[in-house]
């Protein structure tokens, strides 16, 4: 308990001493540099580490502040948030930090803006808010998820949180259509549109909305389409100009089952589900008259000829007795 106790009031000297130079008294901010003021305030942002780890977490903060590059990065949101909002982002920053600890931090530094991603936070449900920080947080992908956010607000935290891993494809690639579709379709759904994401961005502006359009309409139909596109075509890609000039000038073939393939000089067909059983019943019937005019025709004839001889030769044995009666 003694060693606990002596090595809780180490880190805690090592906290103040830490926090000497951010709680400097100044005399008014007109007279600070706006580095040294962004210094000044990342004070109460380290005082919001301190408070969320309390005196048992004591060698926690110490460890973020010291060890990780805490103060450094506190430096640098701090400056940001002085920068975009003064002394009010900073705030929320502290506040952020009280509750929500290093991680609040690490998330915010990950972004090109600290006020767009609060903003962002202060529009997710209070439950949302932690998940999100973490998925902020997470290095590169962090820094992606924080560029789209910067870029489309809440709902590409909004996106990536409700589809991990496939919320922020479609956001990235595909923008605030991404995001409005992320809304809309379940997992399974987004998984499928996702892959065919960066392929949709690079089609026409029009041509790109009219199929989104389709997706939005009838998400369950068109991504079974793709589904049957993939089974068929495997590594091919759909959302080439030809083949969604197809898409868009036959969309009732293209919900109703038909599919598109490539001939083989790479050309898409669309091909009529009906079709293909017209082509098989046609084929039974091919086979039908074969059977029928080689085999069925030939026994047909033969009988026949029987039962008319047979016929003949009973007439004329009638006739025969016939004409034997006495008169």
């Known amino acids: 308990m003694k060693r606990s106790s002596h090595r809780r009031l180490r880190c805690i000297a090592l906290l103040s001493a830490m926090l000497v130079p951010w709680t400097t008294p100044c005399r008014a901010a007109a007279e600070i540099p706006i580095a040294n003021q962004s210094v000044a305030l990342a004070g109460s942002v380290a005082k919001a580490i301190v408070k969320y780890f309390g005196k048992e977490g004591a060698s926690e903060a110490s460890e973020f502040l010291s060890k990780k590059g805490g103060r450094e990065m506190m430096e640098r949101v701090s400056a940001s948030a002085t920068r975009e ?22 998330a915010l530094d990950n972004g090109p803006s600290v006020q767009s991603v609060l903003n962002a936070l202060d529009e997710l449900p209070t439950d949302q808010v932690r998940p999100a920080l973490a998925k902020l947080a997470a290095g590169a992908p962090g820094r992606e998820l924080a560029d789209a956010t910067t870029k489309f607000g809440v709902r590409a935290l909004q996106s990536e ?5 496939v919320g922020l494809v479609l956001v990235r690639s595909l923008g605030d259509d991404g995001a409005e579709l992320a809304t809309r379709l379940s997992s399974d759904q987004a998984i499928a549109v996702a892959r065919h994401a960066e ?5 026409p502006p029009t041509a790109r909305s009219n199929i989104l359009g389709m997706i939005r309409d009838d998400a369950t139909r068109m991504v079974q389409f793709l589904g049957r596109f ?14 969604t000039g197809i898409i868009l000038a036959e969309p009732d073939r293209i919900l ?3 599919e598109i393939i490539y001939d083989a000089d790479g ?15 046609a084929a039974g ?3 039908a008259e074969h059977v029928s005019t080689q085999y069925v025709r030939p026994v047909f004839l033969t009988a026949l000829a029987f039962v008319t001889t047979f016929a003949i030769l009973w007439a004329s044995l009638k006739l025969w007795r016939i004409s034997r009666k006495p008169a």
């Open 256 to 258: 109703g089952g038909d």
């Open 199 to 203: 392929d949709l961005a690079k089609l």
């Open 267 to 281: 050309n898409p067909i669309l091909i009529s589900k009906s079709g293909l059983a017209g082509r098989t019943l």
């Open 285 to 287: 019937g091919s086979i």
């Open 85 to 106: 909002g003064g002394e009010a982002t900073v705030e929320q920053v502290s506040k952020l930090a009280t509750k929500y600890g290093p991680e609040a931090i690490v």
């Open 230 to 243: 993939a089974e068929a075509n495997p590594g091919k890609t759909l959302f080439t100009v030809a083949a």
């Open 161 to 165: 949180l409700k589809h991990p891993g």
